[in-house]
């Protein structure tokens, strides 16, 4: 099998979201909750979660981590904000962006937070 | 106080390092000398680890990741292409860059890899 010359430096895609103005409040703050989300992604995109590492923050807040054969996913919270900063690594080889619009537009409506555009980096070795 | 309007939208900034023709190899293989270039820079920057997880990949590769106070940090190594992929994400408010731009003169330097420019994100709320 060949291996276009792009592919050969592509090293992953780096989906980088900034939730903003989240409406559903209830899951923002429940971690429980938000590892559903992150399973249900998983489960979804066939990505294998190797570990999953978690802290709450006092007065509010918490940290996410789940370490992936592709590579990781995170949440951080900020719920006095309203806001989640979102990251998904993978070092798949998709054909085009569509899985991470996908999975992009699934955050929003969980979230029911603004819709914007995620920041999608070509990591590339 | 007062918190500028441009510090009150910014809820941290994003490193992006692809750390490319990496000639220490020896470093490159090491989980145990990765944690030490994560600690000392955890360490001269006043990063609070909460957890740190890590996975040796067969037949090579491995990932870091640390939780921090401030957010997280990760490394991905790929020998087979002499490449590290390596994040820090922190919610710190600094006035400028120059705190990212030494962390990565001190990646460059370590992993003797080639100097580019990272990408730096300032995530916001």
């Given at each position: 099998m060949s291996i276009s010359y792009e592919n050969a430096l592509i090293s992953g895609r780096h989906m980088i979201c900034?939730?903003?103005?989240?409406?559903n409040i209830t899951l923002l703050n429940d971690v429980d909750k938000l590892k559903e989300v992150m399973d249900f992604i998983c489960d979804k995109y066939n990505y294998y979660i190797l570990q999953k590492i978690e802290h709450i923050f006092e007065p509010q807040g918490s940290t996410i981590i789940y370490m992936l054969s592709e590579s990781h996913m995170s949440i951080h919270t900020f719920p006095e904000k309203n806001y989640i900063a979102f990251d998904l690594y993978t070092c798949r080889s998709y054909p085009d962006n569509s899985i991470y619009n996908e999975i992009y537009d699934y955050l929003i409506t969980e979230f029911q937070s603004l819709k914007e555009e995620p920041i999608l980096i070509h990591r590339s070795f």
């Open positions: 900034d939730l903003k103005q989240i409406e």
